[in-house]
């Protein structure tokens, strides 16, 4: 094998490690997703103390996105994911010590700054893998391997949590597993990560910070995220709405939640990723999918209280997951037709994490009054939030479009 070949093969593998990381970065301190139960019984936590605790993970996040991006620009790419995956494994061999709510405060806080600066400093690499001609395929393949670790690890995870069920703590076994993982991941990415050597990074002080606040592009990007990310938010309501709406058992409803949720991102995000780096625009790629967004989301305000089409709400809820985790591999590969510089990826992710993420911490509330409000009427709210923030995000691309071509001819002049 020559030595490009090899390379290249060694590049693609590095990529794989690393996105396979990516996606089970989330995994411990998004514990309650899958062992909520296992934290109260285990951990003798309480409602209100495990909602303290991501409480105090989702604020660190949202104050350490951009100094996070800063540092993801300033110092080499790849001490600062092994830096980030060495300290979530430290932080999951604690966790798995049974400690009390107030060491696991400490616990998330330090959880929250490990994966601000992993995810940071991820984007970046992922970007780097790519010319960017093929930023759709390489984010796109990312959002498809991420989904598969995501898979994987779950039914890992819960088939530890049976073995060692009748045990006081099984909960630890499980935590001991990713613990376990995240050092094996560290130990790929040590020796099949490059080096980054090159000295071009420029948001190293406050001044570049500024500077890259005054990038209008970046700003048009974590608009863009913003819009995606809220109809995804509105999407996971689709579980809830087949249960309450159409009476769906929740076993058969816990299958298609986890095709929705891990399943169909696997082969719809590498696919568009790759299709849309054929279309040559991403911006054009998302403008088309958030178009199929607002179909699906009228098509289940049209079906709402006609419970003998069970059948068609699931295949609209399996397509709608279908668009969204397309439009997720594709919404990153826009920083390059918009023009941010690849220079400044880190502190953009950053800027565009705390404003593309927001809906976390309101949409869900909001969302949740108008169901308690209005029982199975709320989600007319529900779905009309997905139209709304379609439509917006539609707009926001044709802007993008016309920055990104501004950009080029003065860059051409």
Known sequence: ????????????????????????????????????????????LTNTQIGLLMTVYSLTKTILYIPGGILADKFDNRKMLLGSTGLLAILTFWYATSPGFAVLRVIYFFLAISNVLFWVSFVKAVRLFGSEDEQGSVFGYSEGIRAVAGLIINFAALGILGVYISSTCPLRYVLIFYGIVYVIMGVFMFFLLPHDDK???????????????????????????LCAYSVQVAAEYTTTYLTTVFGMGAVVAGIVATIRSYGIGIFSAPIIGKISDKVGSYTKTLIGLFVIEIIFGIALIAILGKPNFLILAIVVVLALATVYYA???????????????????????????????????????ILGNFLDKYAAGGFNYVFGTIVIFALLGIGVCFIIRFVGKRNKAQTEK
Do not use: C, Q
Request: net charge neutral; no cysteine.
């Open 199 to 225: 000295k071009e990074n420029v948001a190293t002080s406050f001044k570049d910070y500024i500077n890259v606040l005054k990038v209008p592009s970046v700003w048009l990007v974590a608009i863009l995220v």
């Open 1 to 44: 094998m020559s030595d490009a070949k090899s390379n290249k093969m060694t590049k693609w593998i590095g990529f794989i490690i690393l996105t396979l990381a990516a996606g089970l970065i989330y995994r411990v301190p998004y514990l309650k997703t899958v062992f909520y139960d296992n934290m109260v019984s285990d951990f003798g």
């Open 327 to 365: 439009v997720r591999g594709v919404y990153y590969a826009t920083m390059g037709e918009a023009g941010v510089p690849v220079a400044m990826t880190g502190t953009a992710t950053g800027i565009i994490s705390v404003i593309g993420y927001l809906p976390d911490s309101y949409e869900n509330t």
